[in-house]
């Protein structure tokens, strides 16, 4: 394909674009919401309309939509109100009605390149069948650029300079949308192929996309109670016993298959609040997981943080020293995936069971002086731990030695502390283990009732695959090419 014919595909897909009558009402709907961002200058004691003509009071705001009619207005009140105008527009407008009304622009723009007339005269010309495919596909894609770029830009415009206040993670919503759109555009193209039809493409279309997040919020919601499960057995020190056979097994069993197979229509939020939090500030705080975003505000009471740690590998460490220098003891954080490993285990481990291994290995050696001792329940963030506590023979006296395990979404956190026996006190050392785990901040900590909250906050970068962010683009993006290959291999064969 030389230049000039890829000239003419690139202007064949501007005028698919431009001579769209719905594109073009879409564009004045975009403005209309980037309008709002323009006349309410949302600042940080009061929200002025129309440069001052007229003002809200927060107070006021709040009170209409508390119950008592009455409530206390957070510091924060001026960023909670653009983030609701931000989700509005753009994860509820945008990216529920704005995908289905491009859905619905851009499904003719195969099938009326397949109409008798207009195919004997599109596939005379020196173009493969391949290439106009993909040309009719990004012509799609490139429908929604420029509407996404109008809408996300426009706000964040109207924002900084009216209200003063710039959100550089609110342009993730660009390349959100348009990977969302790109999914949903792929099944609705290899639809109009196989049909030819705009309207079993527009129907398909929606069939799948409400399917697709109607399985996984399923497959999620089930998932999320049988954690709430796991964590309800964890603080009655029971074990979960996992269910064989039944209808629930069935669906489960299909749900995962549908999970690992289907595009995760769903997860194009979750990907941009990820990548949202990778631009915010770092949090001021002793230790931050960047990938699960754990932070614990202090080091432990007498401990200095050691540098070059790597919680999922060797573990973050801390030392205590005494007067000359000399390491007295170390508290050490590390954490691994508690969930199913081939060959390894089977479901998940609860922070109980965690103990109750260490607790059998400590019990089967003959060196130790005396038996161990558990320690339930010291806090950590909102829940608690499961600890286990001994000594041990080391040259020249005792090591004392404790573990404390706790459970985060599909993670095993463990602190370890390790330390000369002479050199320990219980209570001073209790004190110091209680006043570093208990603070330690937990995405989405109090609100894990909410599964889709839960859901959000469980996926990672370098999760577990089921949770992995990684694997939900793969797999997505795979599904994009599953579809027009078969659409190409549909038209290749195709007889007009």
């Known amino acids: ?115 008798k007339g207009a195919a004997d005269t599109v596939f005379s010309k020196p173009v493969s069948r391949g290439t106009l495919l993909i040309a009719r596909y990004f012509s799609g894609i490139l429908f929604t650029t420029i509407l996404a770029s109008v809408m996300v830009l426009g706000m964040h415009l109207g924002l900084t300079l009216v209200s003063g206040y710039s959100d550089p993670g609110f342009l993730w919503s660009i390349p959100t949308l348009i990977y969302l759109f790109a999914i949903v555009h792929a099944f609705s193209c290899c639809v109009a192929v196989l049909t030819r039809s705009s309207v079993m493409a527009i129907l398909a279309s929606l069939i799948m996309y409400a399917g697709t997040g109607c399985v996984h919020s399923t497959w999620s919601g089930i998932d999320f109670f049988e954690n709430i499960e796991q964590a309800q057995a964890l603080q009655m020190d029971e074990a979960v016993e996992e269910e064989s056979g039944g209808a629930l097994t069935i669906l489960k069993g299909a749900l995962n298959v549908l999970h690992y197979t289907l595009p995760k229509t769903s997860d194009a939020d979750i990907i941009a609040t990820k990548l949202r939090r990778s631009l915010e500030s770092e949090i001021d705080a002793a230790y931050v997981d960047e990938e699960l975003e754990i932070s614990i505000p202090a080091d432990p009471l007498g401990f200095v943080l050691q540098s070059g740690g790597d919680i999922t590998g060797a573990g973050v460490v801390w030392t205590a020293s005494d007067a000359d220098g000399n390491e007295q003891a170390s508290i050490t954080l590390t954490r691994y995936d508690r969930g199913v490993i081939p060959g390894v285990r089977t479901k998940a481990i609860s922070s109980y069971a965690a103990r109750k291994e260490l607790q059998a290995e400590l019990k089967a050696r003959d060196d130790l002086p005396a038996r161990p001792k558990l320690i339930d329940n010291t806090p950590v963030g909102s829940s608690s731990t499961k600890g286990i506590r001994w000594n041990e023979p080391v040259a020249g006296g005792l090591r004392h030695r404790e573990v404390h395990f706790f459970v985060y979404s599909n993670w095993m956190l463990e602190a370890s502390l390790d330390s000369h026996d002479e050199w320990y006190d219980s209570e001073d050392m209790d004190a110091s283990l209680d006043e570093f785990l208990g603070p330690i901040d937990f995405p989405g900590a109090g609100i894990m009732q909410d599964p889709r909250q839960w859901y959000i906050e469980t996926y990672a970068w370098s999760g577990p695959l089921k949770y992995n962010l990684w694997f939900s683009i793969g797999s997505s993006l795979a599904f994009i090419l599953a579809m027009l290959l078969i659409a190409w291999w549909k038209l290749s064969r195709a007889d007009f």
């Open 1 to 115: 394909m030389n230049s000039s014919i890829a000239k003419a595909l690139l202007l064949d897909a501007v005028y698919q674009v431009l001579d769209n009558k719905m594109f073009r009402f879409l564009v004045v709907l975009s403005f209309l919401m980037v309008l709002p961002t323009f006349v309410f200058g949302i600042q940080e004691e009061k929200i002025s309309i129309l440069f001052g003509l007229n003002e809200i009071q927060y107070d006021k705001l709040w009170s209409m939509f508390s119950q008592g009619g009455a409530a206390s207005v957070p510091d924060t009140a001026h960023i909670q109100v653009i983030q609701v105008l931000q989700g509005l527009f753009v994860e509820g407008l945008a990216g529920t009605f704005g995908i289905l009304f491009a859905v619905s622009a851009t499904s003719f723009f195969l099938p009326q390149m397949l109409e």
